[in-house]
């Protein structure tokens, strides 16, 4: 039941570049997305959001894009450093049901 | 430190077994999620309550069940334990009384069932 998928397990940018994390969901009832990053033996943490309502938001170097008539999402994060190093999750919710993909690690190479 | 409580950090127990993960959430936070995060799987939605009703629910096995508290603090129980209920168990909670907003996670319990 993969309502939320993140196809790329994995991604290595150099620091500095644009890092471009891709999301795609099927169920047409999501009207909440979210970005989360996990380190190692910690909690996800809350990056970012959008609302159904909007196709971009900002935060600092993260940006989200929504395109619902594709049913995609992608995380930018401009410019990438070496802390940005994790797993993210992209999160889609629609009421109190909130499902996550896979996770895409991503490495950013000093 | 998001505010959300877990224990135990790691249980380490035998097929057949039972055991119960505990999390106390955010002060104030009314909404508790449990989620089981297998080897390089994703977050698996298990269940959610909110002040105390069940009010979604995911592939939450019937071996599996849940519930909270007064307290506002969660149990998820797994019984007739499998090697493959193996995984790190996520609570999350969050201020939201609607719907799923943000999430607030815990660093998990890690389950190793042998």
């Known amino acids: 039941d993969q309502q939320v998928k993140q196809n790329s397990p994995s991604l290595s940018v150099q620091e500095g570049r644009i890092s471009i994390l891709n999301c795609d969901y099927t169920?047409?009832?999501?009207?909440?997305f979210l970005w989360y990053k996990k380190y190692p033996a910690e909690g996800p943490t809350f990056l970012i959001s959008?609302?159904?309502?909007?196709d971009k938001n900002e935060d600092g170097r993260f940006t989200v894009f929504l395109n619902k008539s594709a049913k995609h999402l992608s995380l930018h994060i401009v410019p990438s450093q070496p802390g940005d190093s994790a797993v993210y999750f992209c999160a889609a919710s629609a009421g109190y049901d909130m499902r996550f993909g896979a996770g895409t690690r991503l490495t950013v190479k000093p | 430190d998001s505010g959300v409580t877990q224990t135990p950090k790691h249980l380490i127990t035998a097929t057949g077994q039972r055991v119960t993960l505990r999390c106390s959430p955010r002060s104030g936070d009314l909404s508790v999620y449990w989620y089981q995060q297998s080897l390089d799987q994703g977050l698996q939605f298990l269940i959610q309550y909110y002040n105390g009703e069940e009010r979604a629910k995911g592939n939450i096995l019937e071996r599996f069940s849940a519930q909270q508290f007064p307290d506002l603090h969660s149990e998820l129980n797994l019984s007739s334990l499998e090697l493959g209920d193996s995984a790190l168990y996520f609570c999350?909670?969050?201020?939201?009384?609607?719907?799923?907003?943000?999430?607030?996670f815990g660093e998990g319990s890690r389950l190793t069932v042998l």
């Open positions: 959008i609302s159904s309502i909007k």
């Open positions: 999350a909670s969050s201020a939201q009384s609607y719907r799923a907003g943000e999430l607030f």
């Open positions: 169920n047409s009832m999501f009207d909440y």
